[in-house]
């Protein structure tokens, strides 16, 4: 897990008393929380004490690090399932005013944490909590899919665990054999609170709920996607039960017995002023480690090793000035390849069409039911 030695304990509204008292104003992608309407206004003479209290030194890092959370240029959500039996969530906030470093925020009760994390001490600490510094094995899977299709797969796996659960309480042969509704139920469920499973996992980094999504719904599609990749196989002429493909049924066995589990939830501020967001969900097993990543309506589902791993956290905690200097001249080919319509369409219908996917969409959604994006 991850710990920083820098870290300072609010209530959510002692915290909006610092951000005020520095002259700290909100940004778009904010982390500090709202004004609590149950909780006393009458704290703020007790925190100026406080802060004539501090060291110098001490108020300034502090006063630093709420205003990365306040106004940052990108976001991480990072949460961690160790062996089903420890969880742990937390948001980091970076701004260009800061590299090499990850404002934390971290609710804990009535409190708020705040942490300070070097980019370097996130990577290790996330690999550490992969156990990706041992052998990982040579699983040879990677495809690309659309977002409907690899959220119906986190929900295949989780069909095939709960299976193998309701077998062992039942003392019988588990079944592998699933059906269109049992996916549509999971997908529908998926906002509870319940990290044993993928599903609720990824459902917390997403930027809209999977059961607003319209897979919840009618998973006829993306199961038929997941079919036509021999992920699963169709059992009935119907399309209403499926089984797992040998490839499939040895991933889902590793989950069913899995060591730890990362997701990633990143939203990042293009120079255009949209949003975008990502999504890697990373299951380690007894043998490898699988990736499924999700990017507005596209995803991809591979097994990777361990410096795969590393590449991929330095490209997400490791921000170069260069980088940030190229972020305006590479935005517009990123967009133009991740979109469905020219973008001369999107030009001239900006309200009823995802950015991301394509999509139609209500002239006032604020996100897209197909993909999840922000619109």
Not at 131 to 160: I, K, M, N, R, W
Request: proline share 4%; aromatic share 4%.
């Amino acid at each position: 897990m991850m710990q920083s030695k820098t870290q300072w304990r609010f209530t959510a509204q002692e915290l909006i008393y610092h951000m005020e008292i520095s002259g700290i104003e909100r940004g778009g992608l904010c982390l500090i929380p709202e004004t609590p309407e149950d909780e006393p206004k009458d704290g703020r003479e007790a925190v100026v004490q406080k802060r004539s209290e501090m060291a110098p030194e001490d108020l300034r890092l502090l006063e630093r690090c709420i205003g990365i959370l306040a106004n940052p240029d990108r976001l991480l959500h990072v949460h961690i399932n160790l062996g089903d039996g420890v969880v742990s969530r937390l948001s980091l906030s970076y701004s260009e005013s800061s590299p090499g470093l990850w404002a934390g925020l971290r609710h804990e009760g009535d409190t708020h944490s705040i942490l300070l994390h070097a980019d370097s001490e996130l990577k290790y600490g996330i690999i550490d909590s992969l156990a990706a510094q041992t052998q990982l094995g040579e699983t040879q899977v990677g495809c690309d899919l659309s977002t409907p299709a690899a959220l119906a797969f986190l929900a295949v796996l989780d069909q095939y665990k709960r299976a193998h659960m309701l077998s062992m309480l039942n003392h019988v042969e588990p079944i592998s054999v699933f059906s269109r509704e049992d996916i549509e139920q999971l997908l529908a469920g998926s906002h509870i609170h319940d990290f044993r499973w993928l599903l609720p996992f990824a459902d917390k980094l997403m930027p809209l709920g999977i059961n607003q999504l319209e897979v919840s719904g009618d998973a006829g599609e993306a199961l038929a996607e997941l079919a036509a990749l021999e992920i699963i196989g169709k059992m009935d002429e119907e399309s209403r039960l499926f089984d797992l493909e040998p490839v499939t049924l040895s991933i889902a066995e590793g989950y069913r017995r899995t060591i730890s589990v990362a997701g990633i939830g990143h939203t990042a501020r293009l120079p255009t002023g949209e949003l975008l967001h990502d999504v890697f969900v990373l299951i380690r097993t007894p043998g490898d480690l699988l990736l499924t990543v999700m990017s507005g309506g596209q995803a991809s589902l591979v097994g990777i090793s361990a410096e795969e791993l590393q590449n991929l956290l330095d490209s997400l905690l490791t921000i170069s000035p260069s980088e940030e200097n190229q972020g305006e001249e590479q935005a517009p080919v990123a967009a133009a390849d991740t979109g469905e319509m020219t973008d001369a369409d999107k030009a001239a219908n900006p309200e009823r069409f995802c950015k991301v996917c394509g999509v139609a969409v209500a002239a006032d959604a604020k996100f897209c039911r197909s993909c999840g994006g922000r619109l």
